[in-house]
């Protein structure tokens, strides 16, 4: 049982789209004119996303299911 590197999960092309699309979609904003609070919130929901997309696969590839709704959960209510 190996668990893959965190290498595989960070992509900065992608997390540049996942920001755009979090921005856009789930916080119902623009992009322009630049406001940190906006980056910093979609920024937040891209890692989240990430964060879940990790859990879950090493919940997967351990066959635990208690791992991920414990760090689903948690990571949602930090997100809130």
Do not use: C, Q
Request: hydrophobic letters at 45%; glycine letters at 2%.
């Amino acid at each position: 049982m190996t668990l893959p590197a965190v290498e595989e999960f960070h992509d900065f092309d992608s997390l540049t789209e996942d920001l755009r699309r979090h921005i856009l979609s789930n916080l119902g904003n623009d992009l322009y004119p630049p406001d940190p609070f906006r980056y910093f919130s979609g920024l937040a929901y891209a890692i989240r996303d990430r964060l879940i997309r990790m859990s879950l696969h090493a919940a997967i590839i351990t066959k635990s299911p208690w791992i991920w709704p414990k760090a689903v959960s948690r990571i949602s209510a930090a997100a809130a």
